[in-house]
């Protein structure tokens, strides 16, 4: 296809991304009224003035946010329409997909209140905010894997194959683990071509399950759980890292000597940190650097081929990135956390 006009107007888009010098004024920002004036000035002017209508505070920024990067990729996506690359880019999006429903299924097993769970969506893929809305008020995990299979939704297959383990080990990471095998499974089988936009988004995609598998180990290593019987929730596909050596960071004894298995791979970053950060066996820095480290390689797709789909998948990184920016900043500016702190947690492009 010919790339020279959706690109230059995706080129467009990442010209009004903001940049290091808007997010510093944003952290500088007493509370999160004074954040909400601010962001009024940005492009985000119009999604913030809708969401004042109807919410106050950090809900009102989570609302236009999320309003925000869904109006923007259904604009890219009618930028494609009709086109191949519609279907790749769609394979990224339904991630909010596979998100949203862990994030409903978290909500549901914890008894988080309905309206805190909603607010965590991002209706950026195929399910949208009422079909989310009715997921959230099922009283059980058992009800939204039904519904789900009642709406026909393709993600109750893996769901509902796997129920019976998780309803005999009350563990969330069999049904998580289910999803993520189910969407990188049928995305890889998607780009199963030769030509140059299929073998960007697989590698992409590989790069990905190398980053899902890392943090499910680590997860396991955590909390207890080794063995063969570990590896089945580990999915196949990844780009540098087999199968057989995931397993054997599962029967590595601590996170340390796990993440030290991992020197002479691009992994090799997560062992070298602090000391401090192998004693509590946190994994959330880990999968923090991770999820840096994911970021960085979509960003690269700028520089890739000009007159193909690597523009539009850099750009999903970059819109996704300065979301995610933003919404540490307002939830920061709720809990008094310090600017310097703040601007640790980003991650700048």
Request: net charge neutral; hydrophobic share 40%; charged share 30%.
């Amino acid at each position: 296809m010919n790339y020279d006009y959706p690109n230059a107007r995706i080129r467009g888009m990442r010209s009004r991304l903001l940049d290091h010098r808007t997010l510093d004024e944003l952290i500088r920002k007493p509370d999160i009224n004074s954040l909400i004036v601010e962001l009024e000035k940005t492009p985000y002017r119009d999604d913030i003035a809708d969401a004042g209508i109807r919410y106050s505070g950090i809900y009102s920024v989570e609302y236009a946010l999320r309003r925000n990067y869904t109006r923007t990729f259904k604009k890219i996506m009618g930028i494609f329409e009709g086109q191949p690359a519609e279907a790749y880019l769609r394979i990224f999006l339904h991630r909010w997909d596979i998100q949203n429903v862990k994030t409903i299924l978290r909500g549901k097993s914890f008894h988080i209140p309905q309206d805190e769970v909603f607010e965590c969506l991002v209706p950026a893929g195929d399910l949208d905010e009422v079909t989310m809305g009715e997921m959230i008020r099922q009283p059980d995990v058992r009800s939204i894997v039904d519904l789900l299979a009642t709406w026909r939704v393709p993600y109750a297959k893996p769901l509902t194959r796997r129920f019976p383990e998780y309803a005999g080990e009350r563990n969330l990471i069999v049904l998580e683990s289910a999803l993520d095998q189910y969407y990188y499974r049928n995305g890889l089988d998607a780009v199963r071509g030769d030509d140059y936009d299929q073998a960007l988004v697989r590698d992409m995609l590989s790069t990905e399950i190398d980053v899902v598998n890392v943090k499910t180990v680590l997860r396991l290593i955590r909390d207890k759980i080794g063995g063969q019987d570990a590896g089945r929730f580990l999915i196949d596909g990844g780009n540098r890292l087999r199968r057989s050596f995931l397993t054997a960071m599962l029967d590595a004894k601590s996170l340390e000597a796990a993440l030290n298995m991992l020197k002479g791979t691009r992994y090799g970053f997560l062992a070298d940190v602090p000391p401090e950060l192998f004693k509590g066996e946190k994994v959330s820095e880990f999968e923090k650097r991770l999820d840096r480290f994911l970021i960085a390689r979509g960003l690269r797709a700028f520089s890739r081929d000009p007159l193909s789909i690597a523009v539009a998948i850099g750009y999903y990184w970059a819109k996704y990135n300065e979301i995610t920016n933003l919404r540490v900043i307002a939830r920061c500016k709720t809990a008094d956390v310090p600017d310097e702190t703040i601007r640790e947690a980003l991650y700048y492009v």
